[in-house]
């Protein structure tokens, strides 16, 4: 489903760290910085050793905590929800749009309170959230947005890149992502006193060694991860396209079931290619494909708010919905056209078995 595409390149780039002595955060984080903000439109950017901890430090460094809410959708990893809670503040579970899997505008209105400080809206598979009304929505009740754009390096709405619509958005590097640094993850800030800020949070809360201005972590990138990283920024264009060109074979091509819908104008870079199995067992679905040789994945079976660490009940259908239908087909760069041929067959036959 989803390997890491790793060359002699990054295995170099490693070993040059390790020779200079110079494995913690260094000259590598700063040029990995510098060189990903180009992919935000010049935003600063702060790197750290996760995305959980991206979105973690940005809700800190905005000043979000207890007795405040934080609109999230369910369906989602559970970092989404969990960086929320994590702060103190309630995270608020809300339903999405089935047709791209992400935030419902709509839900999102009827869910906001005087208590709603933020959304943090997901761009998930690497399909951009509805930004446009998001933002109008956040403009017109003064809230704040942090964009959890972990599964969507260079997706964008009409030329403008995810990590530039919210105060503050947060990639990861996790080796399953469309691109990766081993661990990682990069935020994305509206200007430099929030990127301080977050600097500050990421390293105990120094700039000068011993004169610590706040209570911080050690949430620092080490150069040996931002080493890699930087070599596969410089895939990630031509990668992204093998991406975009395997899922407009499989779009073309399947039948028998819901492929993925992107509104006119988003840039989808196709982290995952989820389809819908309406009519059919989900799981039944993958084991047929299983037996053909094709690899598939659910992302996600439960919804966030249902899971052991939230236990709540609410009701959110769509969010239902698809936890029991999405199945991700493979999608990554290194596909050949046979594979894609196979996974054609074998989702067709699987589709259309007895109709
Ligand atoms: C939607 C979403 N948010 C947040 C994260 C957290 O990123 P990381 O695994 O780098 O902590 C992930 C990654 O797995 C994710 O898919």
């Known amino acids: 489903m989803a390997k890491p595409s790793i060359s002699w390149r990054e295995r170099l780039a490693v070993d040059r760290v390790m020779r200079s002595g110079n494995l913690a ?19 600063p950017c702060v790197a750290v050793n996760s995305g959980t901890s991206g979105l973690h430090l940005s809700l800190l460094a905005a000043g979000i905590g207890k007795g405040d809410e934080v609109i999230v959708p369910s369906f989602t990893f559970a970092a989404t929800g969990n960086s929320v809670a994590l702060t103190g503040a309630t995270p608020v579970f809300v339903d999405i749009d089935l047709e791209t899997f992400n935030l419902s505008p709509s839900a999102v209105e009827a869910a906001i309170t005087p208590r709603t400080r933020a959304i943090q809206p997901v761009h998930l598979y690497g399909l951009p959230a509805n930004m446009p009304q998001i933002t109008k929505l956040a403009a017109e009740r003064d809230l704040l947005i942090f964009e959890d754009a972990a599964q969507a390096h260079l997706a964008s709405i009409e030329g403008i890149s995810v990590g530039q619509f919210g105060n503050f958005a947060t990639f990861s590097f996790y080796p399953t992502k469309n691109m990766t ?36 972590f050690n949430t620092r990138m080490t150069d040996i991860h931002a080493s890699i990283g930087r070599v596969q920024l410089k895939k990630l264009e031509k990668w992204t396209a093998k991406r975009q060109a395997n899922a407009s074979f499989l779009t073309e091509n399947l039948s028998g079931v819901i492929t993925p819908s992107v509104p006119i104008g988003f840039r989808h870079v196709y982290h995952q290619y989820t389809i819908r199995v309406e009519g059919h067992n989900r799981d039944q679905f993958a084991d047929e494909l299983f037996k053909r ?23 959110l259908p769509n969010t239902q919905i698809a936890c029991s239908q999405v199945l991700s087909l493979p999608v990554h760069p290194k596909l050949r056209q046979r594979d894609l041929e196979k996974i054609v067959r074998g989702v067709n036959e699987v589709a259309n078995a007895g109709a």
């Open 25 to 43: 955060q260094g000259i590598q984080v700063k040029e990995f910085e510098s060189e990903f903000s180009q992919t935000v439109g010049g935003r």
């Open 181 to 216: 640094s081993g661990e990682g993850g990069m935020i994305a800030c509206e200007n430099s006193k929030s990127a301080r800020t977050c600097q500050l949070l990421r390293n105990q809360g120094m700039e000068k060694r011993y004169e610590n201005e706040m209570i911080g």
């Open 293 to 315: 040789g094709i690899g598939s994945g659910v992302y996600y079976p439960k919804p966030t708010h249902t899971l052991p660490s939230f236990r709540l009940k609410l009701d």
